[in-house]
């Protein structure tokens, strides 16, 4: 069974840092694209960031240049968040898909609170 646990969310002020992870087990040959979405209060649901399995990454504008996504071998995904503002408030969900059967799961999520 695939599951996806994410930690690292919290308040923190604008302008600090908080580091996202995200585990993912149970897929037999492990996970090809592995990302972060992020659900804010009024808005539609967003792709912050992905990272493919091969290393490359793709980030929303809004974030680029701030955060940075990053995976071990051992199928964890970081999202290292710099700079944050008020607006990077929200739910952030973690989401992998695996090789053998390419179908998306997803994290809980992880609330993210950044104060002016």
């Known amino acids: 069974q695939v599951q996806l646990v994410e930690s690292g969310g919290g308040l923190v002020q604008a302008g600090g840092s908080l580091r996202l992870s995200c585990a993912a087990s149970?897929?037999?040959?492990?996970?090809?694209?592995m990302g972060w979405y992020r659900q804010a209060p009024g808005k539609e649901r967003e792709v912050v960031a992905v990272?493919?399995?091969?290393?490359?990454t793709n980030y929303a504008d809004s974030v680029k240049g701030r955060f940075v996504i990053s995976r071990d071998i051992k199928n964890t995904v970081y999202l290292q968040m710099n700079g944050l503002k008020p607006e990077d408030t929200g739910i952030y969900c973690c989401?992998?898909?695996?090789?053998?059967?390419?179908?998306?799961?997803w994290g809980k999520g992880t609330l993210v609170t950044v104060s002016s």
């Open positions: 990272v493919t399995r091969g290393g490359t």
């Open positions: 989401y992998a898909e695996t090789r053998e059967t390419h179908i998306h799961y």
């Open positions: 149970g897929s037999i040959f492990g996970f090809n694209a």
